[in-house]
């Protein structure tokens, strides 16, 4: 058997285990809509696969060609907005709604081929402020061409104008979460074969070593200019979802701050892994909605948790699992359980406490005059006695305390559950 079949069947090769994936992924799109009872459970789910989509395409940038951009909600918005156009055209009677957001992402793929022919010439801080300004520009342009954006008010349309596909009109939640979880898979696995493909591989090396990816050969701007472009494209894919989802499009969707909460999303979850910001446009997305009905701190709560993410776990939620690989694949998982339950659970319950302190502060300070009752973890509560406060600060003090006498027992753990015979794995 010659080499190159060998490795054909070893890396090119489409097997059982590489599709089950994207099998159970498919099941649970298809499942999914039947098991959630409710409205609005619909929307939070089509909301959350639209922000998987433009999160796997900024990872595109990110992950993938080591290109910082601060203002790639752009890209999303331009989508948004010419769809919602279409919608408003005389001519979108005769156009099915499954190829809007195609529309959407041809756009998003034109605009991003005007910026980043002269964007990504460079790489690092000069590319990022570069898309800075763009950002900048494209949110102050809204208030500036009224005719495309429709000033503060935006542009909004209907989507059950269009011509009916197969009968469907989606006028009902579960036809539009149907379509956008279409769009979800199509999108995702021609990501993910894109960055199987020699450009999608040269983007790695551009961003590891752009001078040695020069050395052999191969234009780094060109490669970036590639990436870039193909970033676009879905992120327009994703703006054209969103047309379609909420049926208006304003200033909020491309600017910076719209773009701030990619990047969040994406670290995250994390950058490494190419299903790390499909872990973090979920988990932003329920502690968006869940976490947002629950108290109005939540935005601090993210922040919190984005900051001691970056810091401690620089790999995001998927770098965190990856790391968990060597110990399952010696068999050694086990003894990470007792040091988990003994040091973490009483960290996290501190920090409940220590969250519990903080919103009774700001219960406090906002709360009307003469009011005196709040509810904190479902239970209500007099925030002018001393015995919440003496609770929740005691739980929050025993839970730190514990957790950092646990840590050192942790580590030593953590060390034997990744060592072979004796030696460091």
Not at 25 to 51: E, N
Not at 379 to 392: E, K
Request: glycine content about 12%.
């Amino acid at each position: 058997m010659s080499v190159a079949s060998t490795n054909t069947r070893k890396y090119g090769a489409v097997t059982l285990g590489t599709l089950m994936p994207w099998i159970v992924c498919a099941l649970i799109l298809l499942i999914l809509p039947q098991v959630l009872d409710s409205r609005g459970q619909l929307t939070i789910m089509s909301q959350m696969s639209i922000m998987i989509v433009f999160a796997l395409a900024y990872n595109m940038l990110l992950g993938q060609g080591g290109m910082l951009s601060f203002g790639h909600a752009v890209y999303v918005g331009m989508g948004s907005f010419l769809c919602l156009h279409v919608m408003n055209s005389s001519g979108f009677s005769s156009i099915p709604l499954p190829i809007l957001p195609l529309i959407g992402g041809l756009f998003g793929l034109g605009f991003a081929m005007i910026i980043g022919s002269f964007s990504t010439r460079s790489a690092g801080t000069v590319f990022a402020m570069i898309t800075l300004g763009i950002g900048e520009l494209m949110a102050a342009c809204v208030l500036i061409i009224v005719v495309f954006f429709g000033g503060e008010e935006g542009i909004s349309g209907y989507r059950d104008e269009g011509l009916p596909f197969f009968g469907l009109d989606f006028i009902s939640h579960i036809e539009v979460f149907y379509l956008i979880a279409f769009w979800l898979f199509t999108s995702a696995a021609l990501m993910f074969l894109f960055s199987r493909t020699p450009v999608g591989r040269m983007a790695n090396a551009v961003r590891d070593n752009p001078e040695r990816a020069q050395f052999l050969g191969y234009s780094s701007r060109w490669v970036r200019f590639v990436s870039f472009s193909a970033s676009g494209f879905f992120c327009g894919i994703a703006g054209g979802l969103s047309a379609i989802l909420f049926e208006i499009a304003t200033e909020s969707d491309l600017n910076v701050a719209a773009s701030g909460v990619i990047l969040l999303i994406v670290f995250l979850g994390g950058v490494g892994v190419f299903w790390g910001p499909v872990i973090g446009a979920i988990v932003f997305i329920l502690l968006q909605t869940v976490l947002g009905f629950q108290t109005h701190l939540w935005e601090l709560y993210v922040g919190v948790i984005f900051v001691g993410m970056v810091m401690f776990f620089p790999g995001g939620i998927a770098g965190l699992i990856v790391a968990h690989g060597v110990a399952i694949s010696l068999g050694k998982l086990n003894l990470l359980i007792r040091p988990y339950l003994t040091c973490v659970l009483p960290g996290i319950i501190g920090v409940l406490g220590l969250c519990g302190l903080i919103e009774m502060i700001f219960h406090v300070r906002e709360a009307p005059t003469g009011e005196y009752e709040m509810t904190l973890f479902w239970t209500d509560l007099n925030t002018h006695h001393v015995w919440p406060w003496l609770i929740f600060g005691g739980i929050a003090l025993a839970g730190i305390l514990i957790a950092r006498n646990q840590a050192p027992v942790l580590k030593e753990a953590w060390a034997q559950a990744n060592t072979i015979d004796g030696e460091p794995s």
